[in-house]
């Protein structure tokens, strides 16, 4: 059974204007293209959340240098920027919704930005996104009582599964939070398996529910996102960015060529 570290990518919305709120932690979508070629060019192969828990849980073996894709949340620029980019390499990835925050049926309000509607979310699980849950209406859940935890935790799952046809087995802890008892919720709900924040590669030892992430903000370059697709937190020198930048830029268009036959293929 392979031990080996997997870095979890967290991204939030995908966005060239995006609002205060979310700017720190959205990317531009030139970014996450320029982010997907690194990782395949890095030989990286992205799998989805459910696909990572199932071999640690069950020792099937994991193709060579997993890495994972995710997005809290649900803005609507992971549908009109993240999915091409995505499906230009052929690559799977995780969307964690909060389905009090999707525009639609079961909007409640308080979203930060513009959101994705059901017909996009449907879209995103045809193209090979897992959909995970993420709360209906985002609180800290270690702030709520056990029976507001409860219903955070389930409404969520029966919306997804109202909406998709399967219940999300997935899920993310809103801004990171749990705590034995959340995540003992998380589980009596029927969540398999679930992802936290804690800025370090995920381990099999870490246990299915407290799997955890690195974030990719607007500030991430390309060397400070190799590193952390490496799963290296160490500082290297300013000089390499720049390198890295004009030899990516050389990459894309390489491979808006390659996309297509992805494409095509998949
Ligand atoms: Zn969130």
Redesign the pocket.
């Known amino acids: 059974m392979s031990e080996e570290p997997v870095p979890i990518l967290m991204y939030h919305a995908v966005a060239a204007e995006p609002n205060d709120a979310t700017r720190d932690l959205s990317v531009t979508p030139e970014a996450f293209a320029e982010q997907m070629a690194i990782v395949a060019d890095r030989g990286r192969t992205p799998v989805t959340t459910s696909e990572l828990a199932a071999a640690w849980r069950s020792g099937r073996p994991l193709p060579d240098r997993p890495v994972l894709i995710t997005f809290?949340?649900g803005y609507e620029g992971v549908h009109r920027h993240a999915l091409p980019a995505l499906a230009g390499h052929g690559f799977r990835a995780t969307l964690f919704v909060?389905t009090g925050w999707l525009r639609g049926p079961h909007d409640t309000g308080g979203a930060l930005d513009t959101m994705l509607d059901w017909d996009q979310v449907r879209e995103l699980a045809g193209a090979g996104v897992e959909i995970g849950g993420?709360s209906h209406s985002?609180p800290q859940l270690d702030q709520l009582d056990d029976e507001r935890l409860r219903s955070e935790l389930v409404r969520c799952q029966e919306i997804v599964a109202g909406q998709l046809g399967a219940a999300p087995v997935s899920f993310a802890y809103?801004?990171g939070y749990s705590d034995r008892r959340v995540r003992r919720a998380v589980r009596e709900a029927g969540y398999a398996q679930a992802l936290a924040v804690g800025n370090g590669t995920a381990r099999r030892s870490q246990g299915p529910y407290a799997l955890r992430r690195v974030t990719v903000r607007r500030g991430t370059g390309p060397a400070a996102f190799e590193r952390l697709i490496e799963g290296r937190a160490i500082a290297r020198a300013f000089a390499r960015d720049r390198a890295l930048t004009k030899g990516y830029a050389v990459v894309r268009r390489a491979r808006q060529v390659c996309g297509r036959v992805a494409r095509a293929r998949a």
């Open positions: 809290d949340d909060s993420h985002h809103p801004y």
